[in-house]
C-alpha cells in the first residue's frame, strides 16, 4: 500500500501518521505486538521490542500475521532485515515450553532439539534441569519455574508456561450488581476493563495495563470474581491498602470479615489479604520475616499492584509462586530501572493494554490542561544559584520563593475547586501550606490524619491540599480537578504519570483538569521539567510554556 | 617426415586464429613477442599456461584433462573419444556438442593443438600444470626410466590383458571389487593394511599378485592409470560439469531496489559526516601509515555504526579521493579539494563517485582489523592495503550476482558459482563474503540480490576505471530508484519534528542544522533540543528567521513549545559574546578613552569600545603601543596573555599529488578501457608482424631477444647475465643454423621435445665454466631446472635453465627415439620408485 499510515523505520520504530484516514486501523492492527513510545500530535511513535514480539505470540499471533500488518499498513518498503529480524524474534517463544508430564510432572519440552541442547549447555540453567526424560524432554525441579523462565529469557528463547496453576482455596466472590455509595445504583464493568479481565484469565497470568484512573482496582475485583478462590494482593503502601479493601467491599460481595490486612501495623490473613511490598520486603538478621505470608494460605490468585513498582526481593519471592495465577496492575510497564524482561518472564505477558487517549476519548478519563509557569529568578536569587555547589542547584532552583506567589495566584484562579499542590522539599511545602491556608500531608503524617484528611478533600469540606511524594502512588482523590507542581524528584517520568494521574480522575461534570507545572528559569529546575513535560507530550497531552509575568492574562482564557 | 611440431602448428594458425588467441590470452602480446616461434614458446610457459588455466571453467578443464590423460605426451586422441571419455552415465543429447564446442575454444587458446588436423593432444607444458593424479588416474606404468622390456612376475600387467584380470575378478576373495570401486575415481592411492590380519590383506594382495593394484611404496598402493580406465569403462570424467543452479528464494523488486537505495544514502551521509568531522580536526596518520584504532573508534561513535563499516567508509573516502594524506609531519588526513564538489554534488552523484571509484579500487577494507603474519594490527588506510586481485575479483562478483537476478546470494553461493567459472583460482569465501558486505553497505545490491544500481555498474568492462558516462549513469540510475522527496516537516509539541519521507536538500540542510536526528529511514524523526536549536543559531539564524523556515516546511502551526524554546534560545544566544582582537586598550578614565578611540589619527588601528573602560584593537599589541606613545600618552604593557589568536577552524585542504596519495586511490591503477574493435586491430597489426619476422620454414635466431625478456619466466635475467658467452656460443650454434640463444625460444623447445620425447641438441655451460655439447632427450622443464635423458651415457641428467646456452634440433634422419619410449612422459609427481621390490 503506497499511501499507508505507517512508516517503518529500520531502527525498529514505527511512526503512525494520526490524521490518516487509515490510522485507527492500523493502531488496532499494531498495538497487539509494538509498544506505544510517544504520542504527540500527528505522529504516534511505536517500537518494537523483543518482548514485545513475545507478548504478542502469547496472545496468539504469528509471525505471518505481524509482518502482514507491517506490509498493509506500510507507506514505503518495510526495511527486508526488520522483516526478518520479526520473524526470527518471534520464532523463539515458544520453542521451549514448561507442561506437566504425567510421570515426571513438571518438565521443559522443546520442539527444537538444538534450542534444548543449547539452552542445557548454558552454564545458568546449571541446578535449575533435572535428568532428561527423552530427547525432547528435560525434568525441571518444580521450585525453580520461576528462576528458570527468567534464565531463558535472559537466553533469549522464552519459554511458553503451559504447566498450569493450582486451582487454590475456593472462595466465592461476586461482583455487587450496584454501587452501595452512590445510593445503591446498578454499575457494571466498563467494556475495557471486561476485556482486560477476560484478556488475563484467558492468557492465565499476566499483565494488564491500563492508565491511572481508569479503574485498574475494579479489573482487579472481576479477576478474583472470575477466580473464586482466596486471594493475596500485594500493594505499594498502607494507604493503598486501605483503598483496595474500601474498594472491594463496594465493588464486591466480600465483607470486612473476609479482607485482612498484612502490613506494619495489623498482621491479618484472611481468604483475601492485602499486604504491602514493604512489610514483605522487611528483613530482620538478613532474613525475610514475613515470607511465611505467601503459603499461609493456599492462594488462588495473587495481584500486584503497580508492578513497574515492583521491589526486587518481590521478583525474587515471585519467582517460587510461578504454579499461582498472578495478575499485574499497572499505569505503564517502563520501568526505570529497566526491568521490564523480569516482569515478563515472572509474572507474565502483557494481556491488556489501551492507551491513554482511547480511554480519554471514551469518556473514562477527564482531559487535562497542561500549562509550564516559568518563573525568572530576581537578580540576587540568580547570583546565588550561580555560584551554588552543583548538588545544591536543585533545591535552591526549585524552593525558590517566587513560586509561594504563583501558586498563591494560581489558587486563586481556580477558588473552590478541589486543588493539589505536589511537592518534594518539605520546608517548601510547610511554607506554602501557610502561604495559601491549607494543610500539608507529608512521610511523617499519620495514617489516620491522612485518612481523615483525605475523606475531607473527597467531601469538599476542605478545597486545598499541600502533598509531599508520599501522595504520588496509590491515594484515591476523585474529585482533584487542579494539581499544581512545584518540585519533583529529578525529572522522573514516572512521578509525572503518577501526577498526573491524580488529576485524571473523571469529574462528575466534565470539567478539564488542570495540571501546572512552576519551574524557574534557566535552572536545572527548567531541565527536569522538560524532562518530565517530555513525557506528558508524548502521552498526547498538549502542554504550553507561559512565562509567569504573564500568568494573568494567559490563564484568563482556558479557565472556564 | 617427422610430425609437425607445436611451433609448426601455431606458425599454420590463420591470422584470424592468432589475433583470437592473443585476445584471449593477452599475456601473450604484452610485450609484443619477436616471431612467432617465441610466440609458441611463450605460449608453453609454465606462467602463460597457468594464467590461461585459470581463467577456465570447470568444464573446460575437464575437457583439458580428458586430453591431457588421453593425448598426453606424444600420443593423440580423436575428438569422438574424448566425447565417449566425458559422457555422464546417461549422455544427454547435447553432450557431444558440448565437447565439440569446448575442444574448439582450448584450440583457440592454443592450449590443444592438432599435429595432423584430427587427432588432438595437449600443448607442450600443460601436462606440467596438471594435478599429481590427473582425473584422478595413477601415473601410466611404463615409465621412459625404467621400459618395461621384460615384465616380472606378478608385474603389471598389460594393458591389453587388464580386461582379461577384470574378468577373472568373479574369482577374486571377496573386498577385491570394493577396493577397486574405491580407488576407481580417485585418488588412486590406497593404504596398505598395517596388519596382515586386515580383511582387506587378502584381497590387497591378490590384486597386487594380478598386477591390477601396485605398490606405490611400503604403506600405499597405487591404482595405474590403464587399470583405472578400464574400470571406468574408458571414460576420464563422469560427464561435464554444470553450472551450479542460483537458489530459488526471489526477492521482490521493489524490497531489492528499496534497500538498495537505503544503503546508497546511508554510505553518502557517512562518507559525507566523515569528511565534515575531519574538515575540523583532522586526525594524525600513524607513522607507518594509516588511521589510528582509537580515531577509528570515535568514528565509528560518531557514525553510530559498527568500526567494520566505519573503516569501510573511511577507505571508500579515500578510493574516491575525497580524503588524503595532506603530506605533513605528522601527517594527518584531510579533505581533498575534490572533497569541496563532491559535498556540492546531489546524493545521487555523490553515490555515483564513491561507487565508480569502489570497483576499480584494489584496496581491501575488510583487512582492517585482522593481524598480518607478524601479528601487527592492520589499520584503516594503511598503505600496504592492497590485494591487487581485488577489482577483478569484484567484478567477478557482481558478475555472478548479475547472472542470478533478484536472487539473493551468499557467499557460499557465489563461491559456488565462482568454482564453476573458474575452479583454478578460487578466492576464500571470507574474501567473497566481505566484497558482499560491501556491495551491500554501497548499495549496490539489496536484500543479498543485485540492485539496478549495482547492474550499471557491472556493465564497466572488467578491471577498469569507469568513464564519465559510466558515471553518470550511475548517478542517474540511483536518481530515478530514490523515493521522491517530501519537503513537509511535522512538527509536534514534545519538540520532535518527522519528516515523512526523504527531506528534501533544503529541508534535509534546515533540520541537520536546527535539530538532532532520532531516527532514520524512510523518514526522518528529529528532535529540537536548545542545544540544537543553539547550533542552527550559531549559524547566523535568527530566532525569528528559524522559526519562520520551520513554520513554511509545516502545514500546521509551530507548537507552542517549540515556538517558546526557540525565542528563548534566541534570548539567551549571545548573551555571552566571543570576539577576536588582537591587543586591548584599559584605561581608568572613560573620559581618557573617549578621546583616544575618536581620534581620527589611531583609526588605522582598527580600535572600538567594547565596554566604558576598555577598548580593544586589530593592531598588533606593538603596533598600538607606537601608536599611542606617539600621541603623547604613556601606555603601560600588560603581561603576555592578553592576546587572542583568531583560529580558522577549517584546515586547508590538500592535493592529490605524490605516490603515497595516489596509491590511495588506486593502489594498483588498472588500465583504462579500451573498446574491444580497438584492441583487436592492435592485435591484427602485431600478427602481421610476427608473419613478417618468421620465416615459413625454421626459427633463426632472434636479434630482438632481448626485447622479449620481460615473460615471466625463469631464468631470464641470469641468461641476460651471461651475456657474452651466451652470444658467443650464439654464433657458434648459429653455424649449425638450427638453433636458438633465445632463452625462451630455447625452454619452447625443450617443452616441445619433452613432450614428443624427442632428442635435441643442448649447448650448456657445466659446472666448472667449461661450455658442453651433449644430445639429450629432455623430460620435464620445471622450476627452473631441465631435467634429460642424456643418451650417450644412459644418465638422467638436471641442468639449471640460466646454464643452458642454446638449443638445436636434431636432423630428421629417423625416429628421434625408440616408439616404445615416445609415448611417454614420467609422471607429474612420481610418488613411487620403480625399483621397489613388489610384494611378496
Redesign the interface.
Given at each position: 500500500m503506497p499511501d499507508g499510515p505507517l512508516?517503518?523505520?529500520?531502527?525498529k520504530?514505527l511512526?503512525l501518521?494520526v490524521g490518516h484516514p487509515q490510522a485507527d486501523a492500523a493502531r488496532r492492527a499494531i498495538a497487539p505486538f509494538a509498544e506505544l513510545e510517544?504520542a504527540?500530535?500527528?505522529?504516534h511513535?511505536y517500537r518494537l521490542t523483543p518482548l514485545g514480539l513475545w507478548n504478542a505470540r502469547a496472545a496468539g499471533h504469528d509471525a505471518e500475521q505481524v509482518v502482514n500488518v507491517l506490509l498493509d499498513y506500510s507507506?514505503?518498503?518495510v526495511?527486508?532485515?526488520l522483516l526478518v529480524d520479526v520473524a526470527e524474534t518471534m520464532s523463539r517463544y515458544g520453542r521451549l515450553q514448561l507442561a506437566q508430564h504425567p510421570v515426571h510432572g513438571l518438565v521443559l519440552q522443546a520442539t527444537d532439539r538444538a534450542v534444548l541442547a543449547e539452552v542445557m549447555k548454558s552454564r545458568r540453567t546449571a541446578g535449575l534441569l533435572g535428568d532428561r526424560v527423552d530427547d525432547d524432554t528435560v525434568v525441571v525441579h518444580p521450585s525453580e519455574r520461576g528462576h528458570l523462565k527468567q534464565v531463558l529469557l535472559k537466553l533469549g528463547w522464552p519459554a511458553e508456561d503451559l504447566a498450569g496453576y493450582v486451582d487454590g482455596e475456593k472462595h466465592a466472590i461476586d461482583l455487587s450488581p450496584t454501587d452501595p455509595s452512590k445510593g445503591g445504583t446498578p454499575w457494571e464493568m466498563r467494556p475495557y476493563q471486561q476485556h482486560a479481565v477476560d484478556g488475563f484469565w484467558h492468557g492465565g497470568s499476566g499483565v494488564v495495563v491500563l492508565p491511572c484512573g481508569a479503574g485498574k482496582t475494579i479489573v482487579g475485583a472481576g479477576a478474583m470474581a472470575r477466580s473464586g478462590t482466596t486471594t493475596l494482593i500485594l500493594v505499594t503502601n498502607t494507604v493503598s491498602a486501605r483503598q483496595w479493601r474500601d474498594e472491594l467491599l463496594r465493588r464486591t460481595t466480600l465483607t470486612d470479615d473476609e479482607i485482612g490486612e498484612y502490613s506494619g501495623a495489623r498482621k491479618d490473613v484472611r481468604p483475601v489479604t492485602i499486604a504491602t511490598y514493604q512489610v514483605l520486603t522487611t528483613k530482620r538478621k538478613g532474613v525475610y520475616t514475613h515470607l511465611e505470608l505467601l503459603d499461609a494460605r493456599d492462594w488462588g490468585l495473587v495481584v500486584y499492584d503497580e508492578v513497574h513498582l515492583l521491589p526486587a526481593p518481590i521478583f525474587r519471592m515471585t519467582a517460587d509462586l510461578q504454579a499461582r495465577r498472578r495478575l499485574g496492575l499497572t499505569a505503564t510497564l517502563v520501568r526505570e530501572d529497566g526491568r521490564e524482561d523480569e516482569v515478563f518472564s515472572l509474572i507474565g505477558p502483557k494481556r491488556y493494554d489501551a492507551p491513554w487517549k482511547d480511554i480519554e476519548a471514551q469518556g473514562y478519563i477527564a482531559p487535562a490542561d497542561c500549562v509550564e509557569v516559568r518563573l525568572t529568578l530576581p537578580e540576587r536569587d540568580r547570583m546565588l544559584y550561580a555560584t551554588a555547589e552543583p548538588e545544591d542547584k536543585y533545591r535552591l532552583a526549585a524552593c525558590a520563593p517566587g513560586k509561594n506567589r504563583i501558586v498563591e495566584q494560581l489558587v486563586a484562579r481556580h477558588e473552590g475547586d478541589p486543588t493539589l499542590v505536589i511537592g518534594q522539599y518539605l520546608d517548601q511545602l510547610e511554607e506554602l501550606g501557610e502561604h495559601i491556608g491549607a494543610p500539608v500531608i507529608t512521610g511523617a503524617t499519620t495514617v489516620k490524619e491522612r485518612q481523615r484528611l483525605f475523606d475531607a478533600f473527597r467531601t469538599g469540606e476542605i478545597t486545598k491540599l499541600v502533598v509531599s511524594k508520599v501522595a504520588n502512588f496509590s491515594i484515591d482523590l476523585p474529585e482533584a480537578s487542579v494539581a499544581i507542581q512545584v518540585s519533583g524528584s529529578f525529572g522522573s517520568r514516572q512521578e509525572e504519570a503518577q501526577r498526573l494521574g491524580r488529576v485524571m480522575r473523571p469529574k462528575a461534570d466534565g470539567r478539564t483538569a488542570h495540571f501546572y507545572a512552576v519551574v524557574s528559569r534557566?535552572t536545572v529546575d527548567q531541565d527536569f521539567a522538560a524532562h518530565r513535560?517530555?513525557f506528558l507530550?508524548?502521552q498526547g497531552y498538549?502542554?504550553?510554556?507561559i512565562d509567569a509575568e504573564d500568568l494573568d492574562q494567559a490563564t484568563e482564557d482556558h479557565v472556564d | 617426415m617427422r610430425m609437425a611440431t607445436f611451433s609448426d602448428w601455431v606458425r599454420a594458425r590463420s591470422d584470424e586464429q592468432l589475433v583470437a588467441l592473443l585476445d584471449h590470452r593477452p599475456d601473450l602480446a604484452s610485450p609484443s613477442p619477436a616471431t612467432l616461434l617465441s610466440l609458441a614458446a611463450r605460449a608453453t610457459s609454465r606462467a602463460s599456461l597457468h594464467r590461461a588455466a585459470s581463467t577456465l571453467d570447470a568444464a573446460h578443464l575437464v575437457v583439458l584433462e580428458s586430453v591431457a590423460v588421453l593425448g598426453g605426451a606424444g600420443t593423440t586422441v580423436t575428438a569422438d573419444r574424448l566425447v565417449e571419455a566425458t559422457a555422464p552415465d546417461d549422455p544427454a543429447p547435447g553432450h557431444a556438442a558440448d565437447v565439440l564446442a569446448v575442444l574448439a575454444d582450448l584450440e583457440s587458446l592454443a592450449l590443444v593443438w592438432s599435429p595432423d588436423g584430427t587427432a588432438l593432444r595437449v600443448a607442450p607444458g600443460v601436462d606440467e600444470i596438471q594435478d599429481a593424479y590427473p582425473a584422478g588416474l595413477g601415473p601410466p606404468d611404463r615409465s621412459p626410466e625404467r621400459p618395461a622390456t621384460a615384465p616380472q612376475e606378478d608385474g603389471p600387467v598389460d594393458a591389453d590383458d587388464v580386461e582379461d584380470v577384470l574378468g577373472a575378478l568373479d574369482d577374486a576373495p571377496p573386498g577385491a571389487r570394493s577396493i577397486l570401486a574405491a580407488l576407481m575415481w580417485g585418488p588412486p592411492v590406497g593404504r596398505v593394511p598395517s596388519t596382515a590380519g586386515s580383511p582387506t590383506a587378502v584381497p590387497t594382495r591378490w590384486l597386487v599378485r594380478h598386477g591390477l593394484v601396485r605398490h606405490a611404496d611400503a604403506q600405499h598402493i597405487l591404482l595405474p592409470r590403464h587399470v583405472g580406465l578400464a574400470l571406468r569403462g574408458g571414460r576420464t570424467h563422469r560427464g561435464l560439469p554444470r553450472p551450479p543452479e542460483p537458489p530459488a528464494e526471489q526477492r521482490a523488486r521493489p524490497t531489492v531496489d528499496a534497500e538498495a537505495v537505503r544503503s546508497a544514502q546511508e554510505v553518502v551521509r557517512f562518507v559525507t559526516e566523515v569528511l565534515l568531522d575531519w574538515q575540523e580536526v583532522p586526525p594524525h596518520a600513524l607513522k607507518a601509515g594509516g588511521l589510528g584504532v582509537r580515531e577509528l573508534r570515535r568514528l565509528a561513535q560518531r557514525l553510530e555504526t559498527d568500526q567494520t563499516t566505519t573503516a569501510f567508509v573511511v577507505e571508500l573516502a579515500a578510493m574516491a579521493g575525497l580524503v588524503a594524506d595532506d603530506g605533513d609531519d605528522p601527517a594527518s588526513y584531510s579533505p581533498t579539494l575534490d572533497a569541496d564538489d563532491w559535498l556540492e554534488a546531489d546524493v545521487a552523484q555523490r553515490w555515483a563517485a564513491l561507487a565508480s571509484a569502489w570497483l576499480p579500487s584494489a584496496r581491501a577494507p575488510w583487512l582492517v582489523g585482522s593481524r598480518d603474519d607478524k601479528g601487527v594490527l592492520r589499520n584503516a588506510l594503511d598503505p600496504e592495503l592492497h590485494r591487487s586481485w581485488a577489482p577483478r575479483l569484484r567484478g567477478e562478483v557482481l558478475g555472478v550476482l548479475r547472472s542470478a537476478p533478484l536472487a539473493p546470494l551468499s557467499a557460499h553461493d557465489v563461491l559456488a558459482v565462482l568454482r564453476w567459472r573458474t575452479p583454478r583460482s578460487v578466492p576464500p569465501v571470507e574474501t567473497l563474503a566481505a566484497i558482499l558486505h560491501e556491495a551491500h553497505l554501497l548499495g549496490l545490491t539489496g536484500a543479498g540480490a543485485l540492485a539496478p544500481t549495482g547492474d550499471v555498474l557491472a556493465d564497466v568492462p572488467a578491471q577498469t576505471v569507469p568513464d564519465a558516462g559510466a558515471v553518470t549513469a550511475l548517478g542517474e540510475r540511483l536518481d530515478a530508484l530514490l523515493p521522491e522527496a517530501v519537503d513537509d516537516l511535522l512538527l509536534q509539541g514534545d519538540l520532535t519534528g518527522v519528516v515523512p519521507g526523504r527531506p528534501s536538500p533544503t529541508l534535509e540542510a534546515l533540520v541537520a542544522e536546527s535539530a538532532d536526528v532520532e531516527s532514520r529511514g524512510a523518514a526522518l524523526t528529529v528532535r529540537f533540543s536548545p542545544a540544537s536549536v543553539t547550533r542552527a543559531l550559531d549559524a547566523g539564524r535568527t530566532g525569528e528567521e528559524l522559526l519562520a523556515e520551520l513554520a513554511a516546511h509545516s502545514p500546521t502551526p509551530v507548537p507552542q513549545p517549540l515556538e517558546y524554546l526557540v525565542r528563548d534560545a534566541a534570548r539567551r544566544h549571545g548573551q555571552v559574546r566571543v570576539g577576536a582582537a588582537a591587543s586591548y586598550v584599559r584605561v581608568e578614565d572613560p573620559a581618557l578613552l573617549a578621546g583616544i578611540v575618536d581620534d581620527p589619527r589611531l583609526h588605522a588601528l582598527g580600535m572600538f569600545r567594547v565596554a566604558p573602560t576598555v577598548l580593544v584593537a586589530a593592531a598588533p599589541i606593538g603596533q598600538v603601543l607606537a601608536a599611542l606613545r606617539e600621541r603623547g600618552v604613556a601606555p603601560a604593557m600588560e603581561g603576555p596573555d592578553g592576546q587572542i589568536v583568531h583560529a580558522d577552524r577549517r584546515t586547508p585542504r590538500v592535493r592529490v599529488t605524490g605516490r603515497r596519495a595516489r596509491r590511495l586511490v588506486h593502489a594498483a591503477r588498472p588500465v583504462a578501457a579500451v573498446p574491444p574493435e580497438v584492441r583487436r586491430e592492435r592485435l591484427a597489426g602485431l600478427v602481421a608482424d610476427l608473419r613478417r619476422s618468421t620465416p615459413p620454414d625454421r626459427p633463426v635466431p632472434d636479434p630482438g631477444a632481448e626485447d622479449v625478456g620481460g615473460t615471466p619466466d625463469q631464468g631470464t635475467a641470469a641468461d641476460r647475465s651471461t651475456g657474452p658467452r651466451a652470444g658467443r656460443s650464439g654464433d657458434h650454434v648459429g653455424a649449425h643454423g638450427a638453433g636458438t640463444t633465445e632463452p625462451v625460444v630455447a625452454l619452447g623447445m625443450l617443452r616441445e621435445a619433452a613432450a614428443d620425447g624427442r632428442e635435441v641438441w643442448l649447448e650448456m655451460v657445466g659446472a666448472h665454466g667449461v661450455p658442453q655439447r651433449r644430445r639429450v632427450r629432455p623430460l620435464r622443464v620445471d622450476a627452473g631446472r631441465l631435467r634429460a635423458v642424456d643418451v650417450a651415457r644412459e644418465s638422467e641428467l638436471t641442468v639449471a635453465v640460466h646454464r643452458i646456452v642454446a638449443v638445436e634440433h636434431i636432423a630428421p634422419e629417423g625416429p628421434a627415439a625408440p616408439p616404445e619410449v615416445s609415448g611417454s612422459v614420467p609422471p607429474a609427481d612420481p610418488p613411487h620408485d620403480p625399483k621397489e621390490p613388489p610384494h611378496a
Open positions: 512508516i517503518v523505520q529500520s531502527d520504530s511512526l501518521e510517544r504527540p500530535e500527528h505522529m511513535t507507506r514505503y518498503t526495511p527486508h532485515a534557566d513535560q517530555r507530550a508524548e498538549a502542554y504550553r510554556i | -
